[in-house]
C-alpha cells in the first residue's frame, strides 16, 4: 500500500516522496523500517524547482548509490495522475496524527488506498555489452614525424537513475565543445595556406563514468596492440574537455606541471593569454593534483593518459572532481546547467589558444588580442542544436550500445568534419570485470485503488451483525406470532 513518510508506520509500504520535499533523513527512515519500496518524485520542469533543493538533491546522490539495501527505489517524473496519488496519500497519512483512537479506526477503514505493483522480472547482469568510442583525424602536412595533438572527451552521463541521466554540463558541453573544435580545424586544414605542421586526433570516449574504460581500452590497441599509432610517436599533448558549459573560470586539470619550454607548457600559456587578452571575465588557473593509484575511481579523464606516460591535462570549470553536478541526474538541460554562451565564448577561447599553439603564433610575435577565428564561425546556434540533441536522451554508458542512434550520430558528425573516423569498443572482462551492468533499468508501475483489509473485516462484521439481527427478528416474530394466533383463536363447545 502507498503511504508517504508521515505515516508512522512504513514497514511493507510503498512509500512515496516528492523532490521538493525529499530529505535523506526521511529516506533513510523508509530504509530502516524495511519499506517495501520507494518512489521519488521528480517535476515535470526541473528550472523551476529551487536551487538550494537542486543541489542538496546532487549531494545525496552519491550516498544514495554507496548504501546498500534491498529496499528497491524507483524514480518517476510527475503527471496528474501520480500527483492525485500523492496527494490522496499525503491526506491520507498525515491525518491520523491528530485523531483520536475511534477515529483513526474508522479513517482506516473507509479510507481509499492505492496498491502500488511493478511489473517486470528481476535484474540479472548483462555479459556481453560493448562500449563504444569513437576517434577520427586530421592529418597535418610538412613531414613524417610530426607532433599530434589529441582531443578528448567522454560522451556517456552518470546519475542514481540511468534512465534519467541527460549530463547536460557533463558532458555534453565537452562533446559538443570537441564537435566545434573539430569543425573549425577541419576549415583551417582544408586549405594550403592554413594547413598546419600538426597531426589533430580527436577521441570521442564511451564508459568515461566508470573509470574511464573506453580510454583505457583505446590505449591499450594503440601502445600495446599496434606497431603503428600517433599516439606512439610525437605527442605533443593530450587535451581532455569535461564540464564546460558555464561559470567564468577555467581550471587546467594536471597530474604534473608542465616544464617550461614544453608543448603543454606553451598550451598552459596559450591559454592564460587568450583569456586575459580577450576573455578578460573568465578567470583561468591550473590545478595540480597528484595521481592516487589507491583510489577505485580515477579523478580526472587525463589521468588515464598520464598513467601510460603520455602529457596530458583536463580543462574544466570546475575547480575539482568531487562536485555533485558531474554524477547527477539534476545535470539536464531543463535545469540551467549549460550556458549556451558561455559554451561558446570557451569553444572559442580553446580554439583561439589551440590555433597560437599550432601555428606558433606568440614566437611570432602575434598579439594576444588577435582573433584566429570570428565570431561568426563559431556559431551559437549549432552548439546550441547539438546540446540540445546530446540532452534529448538518457547517455548513461549502460543504455548506449554499439547500436545506439548516440553513437551513429556522433560517428556521422565526426565523419562530416574527420578523417579515418573508425569504433573502438570494450567489454568487460568475464574473469575479472572492471564493471558490471544490469537489465531492467526502467519498469513500469501499476496503482490500484483499493480498500484496507480492516474494511473488509468491519464490513463482515456489519453484514454478520445484519443477518444475525435479521435472524433474531425472523425468530422473534414467529414466537409472537404462534402466541397471538394462540390467544386470538375462537374457544370450540364441545358436546
Not at 529516506?27 to 519499506?35: G, P
Not at 565564448?345 to 588580442?369: C, F, Q
Amino acid at each position: 500500500l502507498a503511504r508517504t513518510v508521515e505515516a508512522e508506520v512504513l514497514s511493507r509500504r510503498c512509500v512515496i516522496m516528492r523532490l521538493a520535499e525529499f530529505s535523506y533523513e526521511e529516506y533513510q527512515k523508509a530504509l530502516r523500517q524495511s519499506a517495501g519500496a520507494v518512489v521519488i518524485i521528480l517535476p515535470k520542469n526541473m528550472s523551476a524547482m529551487p536551487q538550494d533543493i537542486v543541489q542538496q538533491f546532487m549531494e545525496l546522490e552519491p550516498e544514495m548509490l554507496a548504501t546498500e539495501t534491498i529496499v528497491p527505489v524507483y524514480f518517476a517524473m510527475e503527471d496528474d495522475e501520480l500527483l492525485s496519488i500523492y496527494t490522496q496519500t499525503l491526506t491520507s497519512s498525515s491525518s491520523q496524527g491528530s485523531l483520536s483512537a475511534a477515529e483513526v479506526l474508522l479513517h482506516t477503514a473507509t479510507a481509499n488506498g492505492f496498491q502500488m505493483v511493478t511489473s517486470g522480472a528481476q535484474s540479472k547482469a548483462i555479459s556481453d555489452w560493448a562500449i563504444t568510442s569513437l576517434e577520427g583525424r586530421l592529418a597535418g602536412v610538412g613531414g613524417e614525424d610530426l607532433p599530434t595533438i589529441v582531443v578528448v572527451a567522454h560522451y556517456d552521463s552518470f546519475g542514481v537513475a540511468p534512465w534519467l541521466s541527460y549530463g547536460a554540463d557533463s558532458n555534453g558541453s565537452g562533446v559538443s565543445m570537441l564537435l566545434e573544435l573539430a569543425r573549425l580545424f577541419s576549415k583551417l586544414y582544408t586549405y594550403k595556406r592554413t594547413h598546419a605542421g600538426y597531426n589533430l586526433l580527436f577521441f570521442v570516449s564511451g564508459g568515461g563514468k566508470f573509470n574511464y574504460q573506453g580510454t583505457k581500452r583505446w590505449l591499450e590497441d594503440n601502445l600495446d596492440h599496434t606497431d603503428s599509432s600517433l599516439l606512439q610517436d610525437n605527442v605533443a599533448f593530450v587535451l581532455c574537455l569535461d564540464t564546460l558549459g558555464n561559470g567564468d573560470t577555467l581550471h587546467l586539470h594536471v597530474s604534473k606541471p608542465p616544464k617550461e619550454g614544453s608543448p603543454q607548457y606553451t598550451l598552459l600559456k596559450e591559454l592564460e593569454l587568450v583569456a586575459e587578452s580577450q576573455y578578460p571575465e573568465v578567470k583561468f588557473s591550473m590545478v595540480h593534483k597528484k595521481i592516487n593509484l589507491a583510489d577505485d575511481m580515477l579523478a580526472w579523464e587525463h589521468e588515464r593518459f598520464g598513467i601510460r606516460r603520455l602529457p596530458a591535462f583536463t580543462l574544466s570549470h570546475l575547480p575539482s572532481h568531487r562536485l555533485a553536478q558531474r554524477f547527477s541526474i539534476m545535470d539536464s538541460r531543463s535545469v540551467p546547467h549549460v550556458d549556451v554562451k558561455k559554451l561558446s565564448r570557451n569553444s572559442k577561447l580553446v580554439a583561439e589558444a589551440l590555433a597560437r599553439v599550432i601555428y606558433n603564433l606568440t614566437e611570432k610575435g602575434a598579439p594576444g588580442d588577435l582573433q584566429i577565428f570570428t565570431e561568426q564561425m563559431v556559431q551559437d546556434e549549432q552548439l546550441s542544436a547539438v546540446v540540445d540533441w546530446l540532452t534529448a536522451q538518457p547517455r548513461a554508458a549502460q543504455l548506449v550500445d554499439k547500436d545506439s542512434s548516440v553513437v551513429s550520430t556522433l560517428e556521422y558528425h565526426l565523419g562530416h568534419y574527420l578523417k579515418d573516423v573508425k569504433r573502438h569498443y570494450v567489454k568487460a572482462d568475464k574473469r575479472d570485470p572492471e564493471f558490471v551492468f544490469y537489465d531492467q533499468l526502467k519498469q513500469t508501475m501499476n496503482a490500484y485503488r483499493v480498500k484496507p483489509a480492516i474494511f473488509d473485516l468491519l464490513l463482515a462484521v456489519c453484514i454478520a451483525a445484519y443477518l444475525g439481527v435479521m435472524y433474531l427478528a425472523i425468530q422473534n416474530f414467529g414466537v409472537l406470532y404462534s402466541v397471538v394466533r394462540r390467544i386470538t383463536q375462537p374457544k370450540t363447545k364441545t358436546h
